[in-house]
């Protein structure tokens, strides 16, 4: 993991302007740091540097939104679920090949930015916010600890739930520092991490709070609907170059 300077000050404005979408619209700062990470240091090691910045920055989200505390009981099982599925997730990271982790990040990310692109879905009903509760909380917790991120999966479902604003910011943090509680602990368990990529993960540790900090400045300053259409289209090209350079690897593997 030897970066020259101006992949590092690449990185490091990268891993800003992500803090910056999570503080502005509430979500999104995993997603985009990973598929950043990835292009720059390899799929696999990119989800590794990204798991030691996460706890911070989730609970940061938390603190500001403490308010919202009263949603707590509605999340207990999506949570519980979401932490044994991190458990699974990380297990699957250090058995697959990176590219495989960068063909998996790259159709999970393609698939996000063209669902989100076309619109939200109706709420759901009580009934089925019990049923799904530990279903969309295992499967979330399984891509976070294999892809680095679950927004997606865990943001599709608090949104239909009926979770909106400072309540859904708050509910999403809760869940992502929790799985980043479990994820930390299972790959320091299994030896994953190396001293290049925790003084990566310092270094990238203060654009993430200022980053974000900015972001929370600006809420409710910028279009939301905009900012997030735009991180979107972003990440739809992301995800392009993330197959690319699977299928590279995967037929290099397979040559």
Do not use: C
Request: glycine share 10%; no cysteine; charged share 10%.
């Amino acid at each position: 993991m030897d970066l020259g300077p101006t992949i590092l000050v690449a990185l490091v404005v990268a891993i800003f302007g992500a803090a910056f979408v999570n503080g502005t619209i509430g979500f999104g700062y995993a997603l985009l740091a990973v598929n950043v990470l990835a292009v720059v240091l390899g799929a696999k090691d990119g989800i590794i540097v990204l798991s030691l910045l996460t706890p911070l920055v989730s609970a940061l989200h938390i603190w500001r939104y403490r308010r919202q505390v009263a949603t707590l009981p509605r999340l207990r099982v999506l949570v519980l679920a979401a932490m044994i599925g991190a458990v699974v997730g990380t297990r699957i990271l250090v058995l697959l090949p990176d590219y495989a982790i960068s063909i998996a990040l790259g159709l999970f990310t393609a698939f996000d930015a063209l669902v989100e692109l076309r619109g939200r879905r109706p709420p759901l009903g009580t009934i089925a916010e019990r049923r799904l509760a530990p279903v969309a909380g295992f499967v979330g917790g399984v891509t976070n600890g294999t892809l680095g991120a679950s927004g997606p999966v865990l943001g599709s479902y608090l949104i239909a739930i009926g979770l909106r604003g400072a309540e859904f910011a708050f509910a999403i943090s809760v869940a992502f520092f929790a799985m980043s509680i479990v994820r930390t602990g299972a790959l320091a368990v299994q030896d994953q991490y190396t001293t290049a990529a925790a003084w990566l993960a310092l270094a990238l540790l203060a654009p993430s709070v200022v980053g974000q900090r900015v972001g929370f400045w600006l809420r409710g300053r910028l279009a939301a609907a905009t900012v997030e259409r735009a991180v979107l289209i972003v990440l739809l090209l992301a995800s392009l170059n993330l197959l690319y350079r699977g299928l590279e690897g995967l037929l290099a593997a397979s040559g």
